[in-house]
């Protein structure tokens, strides 16, 4: 199974219309995948389903679940402060360890308003799955003035054939 992740708790967040379009080009594909979005999380999973808590709250045990059934993951990256969201490390510190992401594989987008597309993110991002021992795809697409090539959940041409290549890849990988 293939688990989307839009990586932000952000309400009306770009990374899940992405998150949307990069599902509906697997469906082009053949392929299903679910959408997990951190917006969905229990709002006090920081304080409830961590560390000493960690399996003990009930609402967060899905998507536990969810990551350790998923063999390929895609995460969908805004740039926040030249990194990726803190809630999503807080979401991978959650996770079984360290079970949860050993031998899967994971392709990466990012997303800007300016103008690195989350590439730092996507590095940063890419030591830490690594060091999870995932295999992270290659070919990560970084999607800069996100907004200028945007519009009305369609991407530009331009960033809707790097998602298309990055899926062929993901679904040989
Ligand atoms: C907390 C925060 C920090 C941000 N930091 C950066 C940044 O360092 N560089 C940048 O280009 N854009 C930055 N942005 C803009 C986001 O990358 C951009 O708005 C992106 O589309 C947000 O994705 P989202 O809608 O999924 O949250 C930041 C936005 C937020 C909310």
Redesign the pocket.
Known sequence: MITII???N?K???????AHIYQSILREKGEEAEILNLEDLPHDFIETALYENSGKNKDFNPYRQQIKDSKKMVF?V??????F?GVLKAFIDGMQYPHAFRNKKAALVG????????GLALSHLTDIFNYCGMHVLAQKPKL?H??KNLSENKLSELYHGLLEEQVEQLLEF
């Open positions: 839009s990586g932000t952000r009306n967040a770009v990374s899940l219309k992405i969908v805004p740039e926040y402060n030249g990194s969201p997303l800007s308003s300016g103008i690195q597309g989350a800069y996100i907004e």
